[in-house]
């Protein structure tokens, strides 16, 4: 269903993670913007984020457009043996797929009834890396694949599933968060101190912290992760996933996500990816056979979001019971 009028512009720069935004707006010369496959004449505003000279400062820039939005600057044989800590693999995950993700979001145009694109991986860099460095910092059997950020979940701090209180509390996260450079007055970024519960995230790692007791115990063996960072809303501030997408406006989402799956396997050492939901199960299947990468299985777990029916019936039960006749429960319940 089709928010507002026919087009609306949005466009964000990456760069340094803004501490703070000041209120300073200044009109300057905009540069050349990359052009758009999906670009077509539609007069709006459109909200740039400067990149900072420094990471303590950041202005906005007003300009009129005729773009679309556009977003600127992604089993061991003996299940008891551990993989050894390898911090490098941590810095190549942030050098090598986060830094071009960020650098590949330059550009993308998304029509109505897209109006507000947040990239966490910028202004929640802090503790997106801090679970980076904590946790996917060895070689990993198993990914849990989710599709793209709540609003009240990574969206406000850069954490997969990460509802407040889990990342704080059970997973340790730690991090200044900054905002985004458009900002929708109804779904402000808090960061990790955000007072709303993401129940998709509260019910994903309360499973894990029931059956692994730590979470170093659920990291021995694998990793969670989404196949696209990037959150889109509307003008309202309804949550849009891919899946709700025009086929022109996901091509782009889906390809730079099948890409970044592809390069968590390879890096990751992946044996098993597993969907969190029906969606991530489907573009990991698809990335793979695409790139030619072989011996990875894709299984799929019910998705904890309590707009699926199923899932407000005992989740955790349900999902506990998928892992074990997937022959995966092995490596997480003691």
């Not at 609003?151 to 509802?163: C, H, Y």
């Amino acid at each position: 269903m089709v928010d507002g009028p026919a087009r609306a512009d949005f466009m964000v720069v990456s760069g340094s993670v803004p501490r703070s935004l000041c209120s300073k707006c200044t009109e300057r010369k905009m540069p050349p913007k990359r052009k758009s496959k999906t670009e077509s004449p539609s007069s709006s505003k459109t909200a740039k984020l400067l990149t900072p000279a420094s990471e303590k400062s950041a202005e906005y820039e007003v300009t009129e457009s005729r773009d679309a939005v556009t977003t600127d600057k992604v089993p061991p044989s003996n299940k008891n043996e551990v993989p050894p800590s390898n911090s490098s693999i941590a810095e190549r995950f942030l050098s090598e797929l986060v830094a071009p993700f960020n650098e590949e979001v330059v550009g993308l145009t998304f029509e109505k009834p897209i109006e507000y694109v947040y990239n966490p991986l910028e202004y929640a860099r802090e503790p997106h890396e801090d679970y980076i460095r904590k946790y996917c910092n060895s070689t990993k059997d198993i990914l849990f694949l989710g599709m793209n950020p709540g609003p009240f979940g990574m969206a406000q701090n850069g954490v997969p599933f990460g509802e407040h209180d889990s990342a704080v509390n059970f997973l340790g996260i730690t991090g200044n968060v900054g905002k985004p450079p458009k900002e929708h007055p109804k779904r402000q970024i808090v960061g990790l101190s955000c007072p709303r519960k993401e129940v998709s995230g509260s019910r994903f790692w309360g499973l894990w912290k029931t059956l692994c007791k730590t979470p170093e115990e659920f990291f021995r063996h694998a990793f969670v992760y989404n196949h696209c960072s990037l959150v889109f809303m509307s003008e309202t501030g309804k949550n849009i996933t891919p899946p709700d997408m025009r086929v022109g406006m996901r091509k782009q989402i889906v390809e730079l996500g099948d890409d970044f799956v592809c390069k968590m396997v390879k890096l990751l050492e992946v044996k098993v990816v597993v969907g969190i939901g029906k969606f991530a199960e489907q573009r990991a299947k698809k990335a793979l056979e695409a790139a030619g990468i072989d011996g990875v299985r894709v299984v799929v777990i019910m998705h904890p979001s309590p707009i699926n029916p199923a899932a407000n019936k005992g989740w955790d039960q349900a999902v506990t019971k998928q892992l074990k006749d997937l022959n995966l429960l092995k490596y997480f319940k003691k």
